[in-house]
């Protein structure tokens, strides 16, 4: 059964955009498009829809507002250009925060969330992104005139100071000449997060969090602004 959607967005080109994503996807069905909540209220009552592409920012009542007046309202994925509302946002259990403008990648991430969120196993293999490989725990970097090997569970935070890292471990630091962003290829994405543009943590060290820190080891590390949304969703569908 395909999953029926709507686009609610007063911008005739965002909703263009969106269109075409959703035409890439066999298991999604557009049934309408609203330019308010008034319409796309309409639509809802007369329809049977499972998910919502929804603006924020929109004539009379915002898209945070709209759900809120909704009983028992459909699936969200949110589509704006604000960041400011991400938090309200996820209290609102939504399934993903896309900033427009939305590239056809980060859109696929979100319909993957969607079909997660639902248990439908067999659209969730569809649409499964490459995660890393579960057997490698452990990577070598260049420190002290050789390669060193550091387990990825020994691994508290890493910390980038221009062209170099410091690799925070339980029992030692290294320093290797690497930038933040050549270390972060080689570290798996479902273990790692990276919080900053000069933090990175290991995901099951954390010990507690709020939308602007995470604490480390009694250590709290700052969220930089422009990593906040993908921090908190990441954290939320770990379910911490």
């Given at each position: 059964m395909k999953t029926r959607c709507i686009i609610v967005d007063d911008e005739p080109l965002a909703i263009e955009a969106i269109e075409m994503h959703i035409k890439k996807f066999e298991s999604l069905k557009l049934i309408a498009t609203?330019?308010?909540?008034?319409?796309?209220?309409?639509?809802?009552?007369?329809?049977?829809?499972?998910?919502?592409?929804?603006?924020?920012?929109?004539?009379?009542?915002?898209?945070?507002?709209?759900?809120?007046?909704?009983?028992?309202?459909?699936?969200?994925?949110?589509?704006?250009?604000?960041?400011?509302?991400?938090?309200?946002?996820?209290?609102?259990?939504?399934?993903?925060?896309?900033?427009?403008?939305?590239?056809?990648?980060?859109?696929?991430?979100?319909?993957?969330?969607?079909?997660?969120?639902?248990?439908?196993?067999?659209?969730?293999?569809?649409?499964?992104?490459?995660?890393?490989?579960?057997?490698?725990?452990?990577?070598?970097?260049?420190?002290?005139?050789?390669?060193?090997?550091?387990?990825?569970?020994?691994?508290?935070?890493?910390?980038?100071?221009?062209?170099?890292?410091?690799?925070?471990?339980?029992?030692?630091?290294?320093?290797?000449?690497?930038?933040?962003?050549?270390?972060?290829?080689?570290?798996?994405?479902?273990?790692?997060?990276?919080?900053?543009?000069?933090?990175?943590?290991?995901?099951?060290?954390?010990?507690?969090?709020?939308?602007?820190?995470?604490?480390?080891?009694?250590?709290?590390?700052?969220?930089?602004?422009?990593?906040?949304?993908?921090?908190?969703?990441?954290?939320?569908?770990?379910?911490?």
């Amino acid at each position: 059964m395909k999953t029926r959607c709507i686009i609610v967005d007063d911008e005739p080109l965002a909703i263009e955009a969106i269109e075409m994503h959703i035409k890439k996807f066999e298991s999604l069905k557009l049934i309408a498009t609203c330019l308010d909540a008034f319409q796309a209220f309409d639509v809802i009552n007369k329809n049977r829809i499972d998910l919502i592409f929804l603006d924020i920012q929109m004539p009379e009542i915002t898209g945070l507002d709209f759900i809120k007046s909704l009983k028992n309202p459909p699936k969200v994925i949110l589509t704006t250009a604000y960041r400011d509302y991400a938090v309200e946002a996820f209290n609102l259990n939504v399934v993903d925060y896309l900033l427009k403008p939305i590239s056809f990648d980060r859109f696929m991430q979100a319909i993957h969330k969607y079909f997660d969120s639902t248990g439908n196993d067999i659209l969730i293999k569809e649409f499964k992104l490459p995660t890393s490989n579960p057997d490698k725990d452990h990577i070598y970097v260049r420190a002290d005139k050789k390669n060193v090997k550091v387990r990825f569970a020994d691994i508290l935070y890493i910390e980038s100071i221009k062209d170099y890292v410091k690799i925070i471990c339980r029992n030692r630091t290294i320093i290797s000449k690497l930038r933040i962003s050549e270390i972060a290829q080689k570290l798996p994405d479902d273990m790692f997060l990276r919080i900053h543009r000069s933090y990175i943590i290991f995901i099951p060290n954390i010990e507690a969090f709020s939308p602007t820190h995470i604490e480390v080891e009694g250590k709290e590390l700052p969220i930089g602004r422009n990593y906040k949304l993908e921090v908190l969703h990441t954290l939320q569908d770990k379910n911490f």
